[in-house]
């Protein structure tokens, strides 16, 4: 069983960048389909950005061309690039791991961070 630890969020003004990152212990990361989703208040947890086995990635309309999900092998870590952040991005930002290859739907994932909080504010 993998366990997950996120890192990288913060306080940014919009159209500024983050980079999130979710690093692995107990299994390596690259075994599994790694999922980003975020939750923001009064809504609920959406997947955002997923990378699979094969290292193919997927990313839904709302962030694509503004967020990129990528994987370190070496440092058992993936990260989370935001760019263009919108006031609308803020939420808490978790990363899950699922052995469904290609998995997207929050029922798929059977480990998960702790979340980071990212906020997007002038």
């Known amino acids: 069983q993998v366990q997950l630890a996120e890192s990288g969020g913060g306080l940014v003004q919009p159209g500024g960048s983050l980079r999130l990152a979710c690093a692995a212990s107990?299994?390596?990361?690259?075994?599994?389909?790694i999922g980003w989703f975020r939750q923001a208040p009064g809504k609920e947890r959406e997947f955002i950005a997923g990378?699979?086995?094969?290292?193919?990635?997927n990313t839904v309309v709302s962030v694509k061309g503004r967020f990129t999900i990528s994987r370190d092998n070496a440092k058992n870590t993936v990260y989370l690039q935001m760019n263009s952040l919108k006031p609308e991005d803020t939420a808490v930002y978790y990363c899950?791991?699922?052995?469904?290859?290609?998995?997207?739907?929050?029922?798929?994932?059977?480990?998960w961070g702790q979340g980071t909080q990212v906020t997007v504010s002038s």
């Open positions: 899950a791991a699922s052995l469904v290859p290609g998995a997207v739907a929050e029922s798929k994932f059977g480990s």
């Open positions: 990378i699979s086995r094969s290292g193919s990635t």
């Open positions: 107990g299994r390596t990361l690259s075994d599994n389909t």
